[in-house]
């Protein structure tokens, strides 16, 4: 009704105004206010509707961009609490583990406890100063990997056995943040700590194509021998994380293999895009 009452006025309006700009330049008026206004008020009726028309798609345009907008903020910041709250879940559970190896050394060796304590306290140092930091280059996740394998080198000596096969132009990609170290846990909880003669760990990283590739083998017992490392007694808390957040950095562009290996064995395989620092982004990975 209001914008009926509208369209009447405005038409009055411009009669009104065209009246006036026509007396005051001299030209003649052929026609009453009251023709002029009946023959005038189906146009400016037009132009008015397709005003508001456009007005109102506008209006409905901005509104869904807002949100769109609002909306993708909302999966960010779902995004962000989700990674966070999978980060605070895996470092409690390397700490946990970590602290009962140095408490089965206590009475045995103190002395190695202690070297064992004062590793821990470095690489705790070491894991605050990333903070929340999502990403890292495979070599400094290979450095925090290497300090963390010293710690169990402490407890199990010469039966854990570890060979690395890491390529040079993959040591400066980008990998999630201590996304080696819960897959090593792993095997290093089932396939080689409760052996009496240890095991072997195998850590590979190669650039295929346009892909980092990184495999962690075993030579355990493997994991359908084994019902706790199998996806039917479930992963644990290290590996069920770690694809939960390559899923959440990655989606559908990269993979998580976990199986046992032909020879025997465990192995798990990531992949995912090759990706420089920042500070190397210009170099191209070939």
Partial sequence: ??????VFAVAAAVVALTFLFRMANGNPITRTYRAEYLRSIHSIAVVYALLIVGAYIASALRQARERESHVAR???QLGEARFAALQSQLHPHFLFN??????SLIHEDPDAAEDMLTALSDLLRSTLERGDQREATLRDDLGFLD???NIHRMRLGDRLRVTMDVSPKSEDLLVPTFVIQPIVENAIRYAIAPRREGGQLEIAAHVVGDTLR??????GPGFHANSERDGRGGWGIGLANTRARLEQLFGDQHRFVVADRAGGGAMVEIEIPARRAAAAAAAPVI
């Fill in 1 to 6: 009704m209001a914008h009926v009452v509208a």
């Fill in 98 to 103: 970590t602290l009962h190896g140095v408490s």
């Fill in 74 to 76: 909302l999966e960010v």
């Fill in 147 to 149: 300090d963390y394998l």
């Fill in 214 to 219: 990184i495999t962690i083998g075993d030579d």
